[in-house]
């Protein structure tokens, strides 16, 4: 029997950075057998510039998409409500009153920009035009202090694409987050304290191997809550680079899948 597989974390218009619907991804997810597709609209507190972004989310078109579907593929495939929540520790309080949404059923961390004290710019932004190895070094370093930050506050299910940054900095640079691991076990050790997760994102199936270290760490550790997740920003990526990340996943000695109910881990046996 082959594993109950769920892409938990997809985007479509709403995000802004894709021209997806949400019809054109359930199609494709079920086309390539997934159970189940999470909505995890971008929602960041700070813009690629820099500027803050509203505190409160509207749901309302989030809803509008999956409210005119659920019943329509009912049976075939179940679409969940989540979240990709960007720097939330900007403003926490805010944040977390907006999160009591009866639908939501799973809300990913993420941190897509930098520190307010190095100017909240976007990282990809500051990475696609740092040409200095030393510059991108103290990103990374703001990088770590803000998840520190960010498993403390603990608005989140589980952290999303921990290895963000390393996407987009020139390859010439060499870099990883070794350099922090013993800072990254211990956020690792507060997720898994405080029952939260990690997401095995595959970047559209373009970054799996890099996963490695992490998932190695994550599960010495005792981490076992993972999502899938294939970042899809147009419906071809919908679970993509899957059967290669649950094969990495069985050799790493994971047993589980998870998807989200009311913020909850459901665990799915791979084993």
Not at 43 to 65: C, I, M, S
Not at 114 to 136: E, H, N, Q, R, W
Not at 229 to 243: E, L
Request: aromatic share 10%.
């Amino acid at each position: 029997m082959p594993p109950y597989l769920a892409d938990y974390h997809t985007h479509t218009y709403i995000s802004g950075d894709s021209h997806s619907t949400l019809l054109e991804n359930i199609t494709q997810a079920h086309r390539i057998g997934l159970s189940e597709l999470c909505m995890s609209e971008h929602w960041n507190l700070l813009n690629q510039k820099g500027e803050r972004l509203p505190t409160h989310y509207d749901f309302a078109p989030v809803l509008q998409q999956w409210e005119e579907l659920k019943n329509t593929w009912a049976g075939r495939i179940d679409v969940r409500i989540g979240i990709e929540l960007g720097n939330s520790t900007v403003d926490t309080d805010a944040v977390e009153k907006c999160l009591t949404l009866p639908e939501l059923d799973f809300v990913i961390g993420s941190l897509h920009s930098t520190s307010l004290s190095l100017g909240g710019v976007g990282i990809f932004t500051y990475a696609k035009s740092c040409t200095d190895p030393t510059l991108a070094q103290r990103v990374l370093e703001d990088y770590i202090q803000q998840m520190e930050e960010l498993a403390q506050a603990g608005t989140f299910d589980v952290l999303g694409h921990i290895i963000y940054p390393l996407r987009y900095f020139p390859a010439e640079f060499h870099l990883s987050l070794d350099p922090w691991q013993d800072r990254l076990d211990s956020i690792l050790r507060q997720v898994i304290e405080g029952g939260k997760g990690m997401e095995f994102n595959t970047t559209q199936g373009s970054t799996i191997r890099a996963w490695i270290p992490l998932l190695t760490r994550y599960r010495a550790l005792g981490g076992e809550i993972i999502t899938l997740g294939s970042d899809a920003h147009r419906p071809a990526c919908i679970g993509a680079g899957f059967d290669q990340a649950v094969e990495l996943l069985q050799t790493l000695g994971y047993r589980w899948v998870c998807t989200y109910r009311q913020r909850t881990p459901q665990f799915h046996s791979i084993v």
